[in-house]
Structures are given as structure tokens and as C-alpha cells.
Nanobody, 115 residues
């Protein structure tokens, strides 16, 4: 079992920045992928960014150049630095842990970007 605890999101003006963190605990495998997904009202959950335990990253085209994902393996924590936020970034953001056999989700945190 893996538990994911996300930091609180928040309300930010367009053009602003916000940093999310997600700490994993429990049965953490040495090889895994952690990432952030988001779900806006009426839309499907979509991948924002992911990072492997080896440090390889993947970003959705809509956030490339604005968001940066990083991780601290010693702390089993993944971060999402969000800059130049846009109203269309408004969504519930979910942390995800994917190991060899299981997939876990955080509880979700609301990010709202006002125009």
C-alpha cells in the first residue's frame, strides 16, 4: 500500500505561480513513476507531468515551458512548480504513484486561476 499526501492548492491570479508537493509513504518501490494529473469540471482526468525514479520527465504540451516536475527520492516526494498560470489551468490536481504492480492516487487538491 502507498499513501499519497498532497499539499494544499489555492487561488492564484493569472500569470502567478504555485508549487504543489506530494509525499508518498508505505511500500515504495525503487522503480516507479510519480506524476500529476488534473481534472477540470466536465472533463476527463488528464496527465499534466510525470517523472520516473530515474529522473526522466514527461509533460503535456499545454504546460511545457510553464510547469516543472521534480522529485526528491530520499523524501519520496514529487513537486510541481507551476508558473505563468492561466485560467484554463483551473482544475483538481491529483498526485499519482505507479509502481510495478499498483497504481495509487492522492485525494486531489483544487487549483483555481482567476483572470
Amino acid at each position: 500500500q502507498v499513501r499519497l499526501v498532497e499539499s494544499r492548492g489555492g487561488l492564484v491570479q493569472a500569470g502567478g505561480s504555485l508549487r504543489l508537493s506530494c509525499a508518498a509513504s508505505g511500500s515504495i518501490g525503487s522503480i516507479n513513476v510519480m506524476g500529476w494529473y488534473r481534472q477540470a469540471p466536465g472533463k476527463q482526468r488528464e496527465l499534466v507531468a510525470s517523472i520516473t525514479s530515474g529522473g526522466n520527465t514527461n509533460y503535456d504540451d499545454s504546460v511545457k515551458g510553464r510547469f516543472t516536475i521534480s522529485r526528491d527520492n530520499a523524501k519520496n516526494t514529487v513537486y510541481l512548480q507551476m508558473n505563468s498560470l492561466k485560467p484554463e489551468d483551473t482544475a483538481v490536481y491529483y498526485c499519482n504513484y505507479r509502481g510495478s504492480y499498483h497504481n495509487y492516487w492522492g485525494q486531489g487538491t483544487q487549483v483555481t486561476v482567476s483572470s
